[in-house]
């Protein structure tokens, strides 16, 4: 069963993009990272599918459900954290999680309580009170102490200290393991790498690519560095040439027999060759989105056929 599917999905301001014929297709119980840099259409996607804004074009449903027609239904199964938290000033903030909680018709104080403690949060103190990062901390909570089967989370650790960043991933990494579905926006990639079991790859509105983060590593272009030379050979397919000393290290994606058959004659003491990281991968994209324009419809996504 998929938790998120869009076909064609389409909105536009006016004139202006906001997103373009959108295929994506997230599995129920996946941990699912939508990886963009800030104008990519992360957020607008995220407002459409929760009918925040009204779509100008295609369709969207979320287990199932159409997200126009059976909007008020899907939210109840939705835990949502903005990018950007936005409270009542005067409340304290047990206040907040019990208005969050009442919404839902749920009596959440119990999880709501282990939350707070988890990520270091006074549920005495005022909304006006807080700092940027426990503001934050008080959507997360709102977010999951009804533990809903659908995460969305647009920017979820902006502001966050890294001992609570690390916290917040280990319950979501908990909540994904009793079978619930996390939808994480982010530009972070290390963030995508270490946590998610999926991603794909925005930009200008259009998706670029969605596949395992495992197979997303697997390019053509290999990390190479070497030791005891302080250029790269001169070979075709070299790019992204970082140089430290008598060491070197750049992208390859020509033949590994032309590429050691270059080194032979020079004084290497020593060579590594590994796959690239995500922030690479991601540049890489972004660089040549047109290779992989065929790989963004939903039949494609996972490697398996559309549902």
């Known amino acids: 069963m998929t938790a998120i599917l869009t076909k064609q999905l389409t909105k536009f301001y006016g004139k202006h993009r906001g997103i373009a014929e959108l295929d994506l297709c997230v599995r129920d119980g996946d941990f699912f990272g939508f990886i963009g840099p800030n104008g990519a259409g992360k957020s607008t996607t995220i407002r459409t599918l929760l009918g925040l804004l009204s779509p100008t074009g295609g369709t969207a449903e979320i287990f199932g459900k159409d997200i126009c027609a059976d909007k008020k239904e899907i939210l109840f199964e939705i835990g949502y954290l903005p990018s950007e938290t936005m409270f009542y000033q005067g409340l304290r903030v047990r206040d907040i999680l019990r208005f969050s909680a009442d919404l839902r018709r749920k ?20 909304i006006s009170e807080l700092s940027l990062g426990n503001r934050k901390k008080a959507g997360i909570v709102c977010a999951l102490q009804h533990k809903p089967r659908l995460y969305v989370l647009d920017e979820p650790t902006s502001g966050l200290d890294p001992l609570i960043q690390r916290e917040f991933y280990t319950i979501l990494k908990e909540r994904n393991e009793e079978g619930a579905t996390v939808f994480l926006s982010s530009h ?23 596949d395992s983060v495992e197979r997303l590593g697997h390019t053509a272009a290999k990390r190479v560095s070497v030791c005891g030379i302080c250029s790269p050979p001169d070979l ?72």
């Open 188 to 210: 972070i990639l290390s963030e995508v790498q270490r946590y998610c079991s999926h991603a794909a790859i925005i930009r200008d509105g259009r998706l670029l690519v969605s």
């Open 107 to 126: 009596d959440c104080r119990k999880e709501a309580a282990r939350l707070c403690e988890r990520l270091e949060l006074d549920m005495s103190r005022k």
């Open 236 to 307: 075709d397919g070299i790019r992204d040439i970082k140089k430290g000393g008598s060491s070197v290290s750049f992208l390859y994606s020509g033949s590994p027999k032309k590429l050691l058959a270059a080194l032979a004659p020079l004084s290497v003491s020593d060579i590594t060759i590994a796959e690239p990281d995500l922030e690479e991968i991601f540049l890489h994209y972004y660089e040549q989105p047109e290779s992989y324009a065929a790989k963004t419809s939903a039949k494609e996504i996972h490697g398996q056929e559309e549902v």
